[in-house]
């Protein structure tokens, strides 16, 4: 099974190209909807006793959670807790598209090089675009403004330094059509490579 590792910037279009992954029959597991899906169940008792006021109802207020993140330990700290349930629901994923005889696999993880995640995949997918078309994509987004767009993006490696790390780039700038050709020319270099043995 060939893992391919996908990746992106904020407004490069990473979660389109996930869903053309998807639409070419490929298993993609999304680290932003596993975090979601956690915030709902497993990582709630966490966060709740690392972070009081933050959760209500069962589920982690991310609004509440957002405002106590206002310095590096506290988001060491949720990082702590948030990773390894992250991994977990990884491990189980690839697990169960090894059962099911999957070729190739997508793991859609947005930190994958500031976090290391480039160690457990096979090659790396980086979705970009000029920084005008990311810049007016992120600030389109609801309750983004441009100085909150400057501390995420301040946050993340730079694009440039994500390409020349990349084995793949996708230009999403193009529009949807383009990006699905780039999506299946990626697909058709993989097809015969194979993976790396794990234990």
């Avoid at 990582?43 to 106590?68: E, H, N």
């Avoid at 675009?129 to 100085?147: C, I, S, Y």
Wanted: net charge positive; charged share 25%; glycine share 8%.
């Amino acid at each position: 099974m060939f893992i391919l590792g996908l990746t992106g910037s904020i407004g490069m279009g990473k979660s389109t190209t996930a869903r053309l992954f998807a639409e070419a029959g490929v298993p993609v597991h999304d680290a932003d909807a596993a975090v979601h899906r956690l915030y709902e169940g497993d990582a709630v008792a966490a966060i709740a006793a690392a972070f009081p006021g933050t959760t209500a109802g069962g589920m982690v207020d991310r609004a509440k959670l957002s405002r106590v993140l206002d310095d590096p330990a506290a988001i060491k700290r949720l990082e702590e807790i948030v990773h390894p349930l992250v991994r977990e629901s990884e491990k189980k994923f690839l697990v169960d598209a090894a059962a099911k005889a999957a070729r190739v696999v997508v793991l859609d993880i947005p930190l994958l090089f500031e976090t290391g995640g480039e160690a457990r995949v096979d090659a790396v997918v980086v979705v970009s675009a000029p920084a005008d078309v990311q810049r007016a994509r992120a600030l389109e987004r609801p309750g983004m403004t441009a100085a909150k767009l400057d501390v995420i993006m301040a946050k993340q490696m730079a694009d440039s330094d994500k390409r020349a790390r990349a084995h793949f780039v996708v230009d999403s700038s193009r529009g949807v059509d383009s990006a699905r050709a780039q999506v299946h020319g990626i697909l058709r270099a993989v097809a015969s490579l194979p993976g790396r043995q794990r234990t």
